[in-house]
C-alpha cells in the first residue's frame, strides 16, 4: 500500500525548480506572442507538464512493505 503525503522539503528538490522556471519561461513566452498559434500551443503543453514537476516534487509517495526486514533498510 502507498501512502501520500505532503514534502516539506519540495524546494529543494530539482523537479520543483525545473518546473518553476519551465513555467515562468512558458507563461512568459504566451504573453509576449498574444496570438493563438501552434507554438503558443506547445507552450501550454510546456505549462502543463511543468506544473506536474511542481506537484510532483510536493507530494512525497512512501511505501509500505508487510516484511519487516525491508522496512528497516
Known amino acids: 500500500m502507498n501512502k501520500w503525503t505532503l514534502n516539506r522539503f519540495f ?6 525548480w ?5 513555467a ?3 507563461v512568459y513566452s504566451i504573453v509576449q506572442r ?5 507554438d503558443a500551443n506547445l507552450d501550454v503543453i510546456g505549462v502543463v507538464l511543468s506544473i506536474g514537476l511542481i506537484l510532483s516534487s510536493l507530494v512525497k509517495r512512501e511505501r509500505y512493505s508487510t ?5 528497516s533498510l
Open 24 to 26: 515562468a519561461l512558458d
Open 67 to 71: 516484511d519487516k526486514k525491508k522496512r
Open 18 to 22: 525545473l518546473g518553476l522556471a519551465f
Open 11 to 16: 524546494y529543494q528538490t530539482l523537479n520543483f
Open 34 to 38: 498574444g496570438s493563438v498559434n501552434l
